[in-house]
């Protein structure tokens, strides 16, 4: 809509007047994508897929990294649209672009003869063809330019191509679409008012990160069409790292993915089991009974409608509580049925209504509970004037009405809905160990999910280098602890020796150290070996080990003595 907005005077050839009023304003969208950049890629390759797919053929996806220069960006620009090979080291007098063996000057003139004769050649097709293509683009498409981390661009490549392109606005359709991840603010700050006033910009908001989440887990998580299942542990885990790491549903899809293969690979009797006719039957059923949504939503509109929202305000929240524990012992779910236990009467015939409907939407499964959900809120119905608000009476008034007096028919009412999903939670929502073959669906091993997705690269490396039999499984690299052997790496050899040493290493005496350590073997004295007399060889091995060593980040040169270096770190991890 945006884009068919934008260029209407130039796909329907309105007015001059109209065209000049618009010829220096490039239409503008500003897309705030949020903080989960890990994610933008995908983003922005779906939309260029549906905007090439029913838009335009002409979309162009910049990255800042490829563009320090305007000449650069035009490079890029023209190359995407022509599919042609580009030189981005080109010298000043051949800025161009080499398309069918020949060479064209990258500027906007030359694009807008470009377009010029692309769409004049569309335009001149058979009738058939010209049908089939405006049936899936427009007729005269726009160029669409994509600055997928409009941040990171330099101020001066955006002004440059702004003003060029306000330039030439009237001879081709131009649309930009700048990818945000702060605060559309961004544009002011990069562009002044002079550049910015050439654009007509238009904000889009994308959802959020935990909406997205949100529609993960329901899709994969809380369905009876996937028997693979998270537990409560590992499930945190992966909501942990999203929440507090990259806001990256990838990356929780990767998890997620990764949590498959650990499972079937750790469990092998998990994939015999599925395989299985009656293990196939008993899994379903586990699945289907174990973890049903329909149950999770009913309970969590319940939960949600109270002050303190006791189970949490999320779905995912409310999946984590009746996951790993029975959830009607906790102190939160009490709560919940206490406060559920005074509910007036136009809240709790809401509530089972939309309970009502997320039954009737599962199909004919749960017929049984939706029969009894009408029957409640038929007899609901019945009652003429007999409700209590949650402002007229207490926890302690309700125990006090019960000893002196007889409940009224609403009050009765009330406390059967409640026991009756109150017995609805515990018969579906029982925490996956109580369920037998819980271990064939169930991946419940959160400390090997940890330290796949949660680096500790100082740890790796000084296992690595302390001990490279951890990683390369060569028994000749086996050694005592504290030992030092000869077969080990030489990075490995020069790692153990810097651990010795305090904040300066002497060159000298280290090469001197590793030398005495290569050079051992059964029935040599390490005496006899000279610092005059090492091998150039070994003292091309120690160079590169330290130089390795530096490259790690554990030492760097000295200025107080130029043949010593500093240390960068103390003692193990």
């Avoid at 162009?60 to 650069?72: D, F, T």
């Avoid at 470009?114 to 089939?132: A, C, D, F, Q």
């Avoid at 726009?142 to 600055?147: A, E, L, Q, R």
């Avoid at 029969?371 to 209590?388: D, I, S, T």
Wanted: glycine share 2%; hydrophobic share 40%; net charge neutral.
């Amino acid at each position: 809509i945006f884009l068919r907005q934008s260029h209407s005077e130039f796909q329907t050839k309105k007015t001059e007047w109209m065209c000049r009023m618009k010829s220096s304003e490039i239409p503008t969208a500003a897309l705030v994508l949020g903080v989960n950049v890990t994610d933008h890629d995908v983003t922005f390759k779906s939309l260029s897929e549906v905007l090439q797919d029913n838009v335009t053929p002409y979309v162009v996806s910049l990255q800042a990294k490829e563009c320090p220069g305007i000449k650069h960006l035009l490079q890029k620009l023209m190359g995407q649209l022509m599919d042609c090979c580009v030189d981005v080291d080109s010298s000043e007098e051949e800025e161009c672009v080499n398309i069918s063996q020949k060479k064209i000057r990258c500027s906007m003139a030359s694009l807008s003869k470009w377009y010029e004769s692309v769409t004049k050649k569309t335009g001149s097709e058979t009738p058939s063809k010209k049908r089939t293509s405006s049936s899936r683009h427009w007729q005269s498409p726009p160029i669409v330019v994509i600055f997928k981390d409009m941040e990171s661009f330099t101020t001066k490549v955006l002004q440059d191509f702004i003003v060029i392109s306000s330039q030439h606005i009237h001879e081709f359709p131009l649309v930009l679409i700048f990818g945000i991840a702060t605060s559309p603010m961004i544009i002011h700050r990069l562009l002044p008012h002079s550049v910015s006033s050439l654009l007509c910009i238009e904000l889009f908001q994308s959802l959020s990160c935990k909406e997205h989440l949100a529609t993960v887990i329901d899709k994969l998580l809380l369905t009876t069409q996937f028997p693979f299942k998270l537990s409560e542990k590992v499930l945190q885990v992966l909501i942990n790292i999203f929440l507090y790491h990259d806001f990256s549903v990838q990356n929780f899809i990767k998890g997620f993915q990764l949590s498959i293969v650990e499972h079937f690979y750790s469990q092998p009797l998990s994939v015999l089991c599925c395989q299985l006719l009656e293990a196939k039957k008993r899994v379903n059923s586990l699945s289907h009974n174990q973890r049903n949504k329909y149950f999770e939503q009913c309970l969590h509109v319940f939960t949600t409608s109270l002050p303190k929202y006791p189970l949490g305000k999320q779905i995912r929240e409310l999946y984590c509580a009746c996951l790993g524990k029975r959830v009607w012992e906790t102190e939160e779910y009490g709560s919940a049925v206490q406060l559920l236990r005074m509910l007036a009467k136009d809240e709790l015939v809401a509530i089972l209504q939309k309970c009502a409907e997320i039954f009737i939407s599962s199909g004919k499964q749960f017929s049984n509970t939706v029969e009894k959900l009408e029957e409640f809120l038929a007899r609901f119905q019945n009652l003429e004037g007999e409700h209590v608000t949650y402002c007229q009476i207490t926890l302690l008034e309700l125990k006090e009405s019960k000893r002196s007096k007889k409940l009224t028919k609403f009050e009765m009412l009330r406390f059967e809905v409640v026991d009756f999903i109150d017995s609805l939670v515990r018969s579906y929502l029982a925490p996956a160990e109580m369920q037998t073959l819980n271990e064939v669906v169930y991946f419940n091993t959160a400390n090997t999910l940890r330290e796949h997705l949660n680096a500790a690269p100082r740890i790796a490396l000084h296992t690595a280098l302390n001990n490279p039999y951890c990683y390369l499984k060569n028994q000749t690299l086996k050694s005592d602890v504290g030992c030092i052997s000869n077969t080990a790496p030489d990075i490995c050899i020069v790692y153990k020796l810097h651990l010795e040493c305090g904040r300066l290493i002497n060159l000298v005496d280290w090469l001197e150290a590793f030398s005495t350590v290569v050079t051992a073997v059964e029935g040599t004295d390490p005496d006899s070996v000279a610092t005059d007399q090492v091998d150039e060889i070994i003292h091309a091995r120690f160079i590169r080990a330290v130089s390795e060593l530096e490259l790690l980040g554990f030492i760097k040169p000295s200025k107080q003595k130029t043949d010593h270096v500093a240390r960068l770190t103390w003692g193990g991890c």
